[in-house]
């Protein structure tokens, strides 16, 4: 089988932002109040005429000009996101038509916070297939069109932004590239985190928007404690069934939905804090992009190289919870 590599990696996020103090003039809540919960600073905000595909082509172009191929190589794009510019086309359509990718079939992966580790896993598995040579994965979100800013416990977590890693196949004998994965769901849990109407159940009419059905609503502790939890069991059984323990990992980058879940899930591993990389001060939870997000970051502070092994993690509404083991390429 093919082995799958990282060769390319494009960000991008809005120019405004939304601090925490900002916040306070919008809702009952204080800059302490937010950092100590959550460890969020400030956000980045899209403006009005800004859709998740703007993001996710802003994020693509700039992979696409690292790797310094065009868009007529890429075989698949997969846009992991749960804020689609609309239910149909799908956002990897528009994204296809704005690259340029003529040569390219895709389609939107929706897996709430994990879906970036999801289209991972994914675009390994197509490349390891044989039939795929080059494959698009990007994450973006326009979480702030679903927040409901009179929601104190959710409005202050999000932000927006997008991430984009090319994926193709690894050369005879190169040392990188996609190593293993765990993935589960667990669908018990979708009552705690979800958008209630919109769908075919509770299609929009005047009452869901009265209602304001249509944002993000979240039972915060039951989310909270099954994060802490299932982010640390991935982990581990993701390690042992490669054989490897804390020490072996160069770089733990986690999904950046809250510093204490991200904190504590390091200890339980027993991975030193300073191979963690938490960026969410800056970000806030941008769903689908945090991981591209915080791997360029890890990649602009020096914390990631040829060769590391890296540990992806996410989990996220549905329940749904993922881990990657990539050994890094570039």
Request: charged fraction near 20%.
């Amino acid at each position: 089988m093919t082995r799958a590599k990282i060769s390319a990696l494009g960000c991008y996020t809005p120019p405004g932002l939304l601090t925490n103090h900002d916040l306070t003039k919008m809702v009952e809540t204080t800059n302490e109040w937010i950092l100590e919960r959550t460890g969020i600073v400030e956000r980045h905000i899209a403006s009005p005429d800004v859709a998740t595909s703007d993001m996710a082509v802003e994020a693509a172009r700039l992979a696409l000009k690292q790797r310094g191929i065009d868009a007529s190589e890429i075989n698949a794009i997969l846009v992991c996101t749960v804020t689609p510019d609309m239910l149909f086309p799908s956002t990897a359509c528009l994204v296809q038509d704005r690259l340029g990718a003529k040569g390219a079939w895709g389609f939107d992966l929706i897996a709430a916070c994990s879906s970036f580790v999801y289209g991972l896993t994914t675009g390994a598995h197509l490349i390891a297939g044989g039939g795929h040579k080059k494959v698009l994965v990007i994450g973006a979100d326009t979480m702030s069109r679903i927040i409901d800013y009179k929601d104190r416990a959710t409005c202050v977590l999000f932000g927006d932004g997008a991430g984009a890693m090319l994926l193709e196949a690894a050369g005879d004998g190169e040392d990188a590239g996609f190593v293993d994965f765990l993935n589960e769901v667990d669908g018990s849990g979708g009552r705690y985190l979800n958008m209630p109407a919109g769908g075919s159940r509770m299609p929009a009419s005047a009452e869901t928007v009265e209602k304001r059905l249509h944002y993000v609503h979240q039972e915060g502790q039951q989310v909270f404690k099954y994060a802490v939890r299932k982010m640390y069991e991935i982990c581990r059984d993701l390690l042992e069934k490669n054989n490897l323990g804390p020490n072996d990992i160069a770089l733990m980058i986690p999904h950046q939905a809250n510093r204490r879940i991200i904190i504590a899930c390091a200890e339980r591993l027993g991975i030193d804090c300073n191979k963690v990389i938490i960026n969410i001060d800056r970000y806030g939870n941008t769903t689908s992009a945090t991981l591209p997000l915080a791997t360029q970051d890890a990649i602009q502070a020096g914390k990631l190289k040829k060769g590391d092994l890296v540990l992806f993690a996410a989990v996220g509404a549905g329940y749904t919870v993922g881990a990657n083991l990539w050994r890094w390429s570039y």
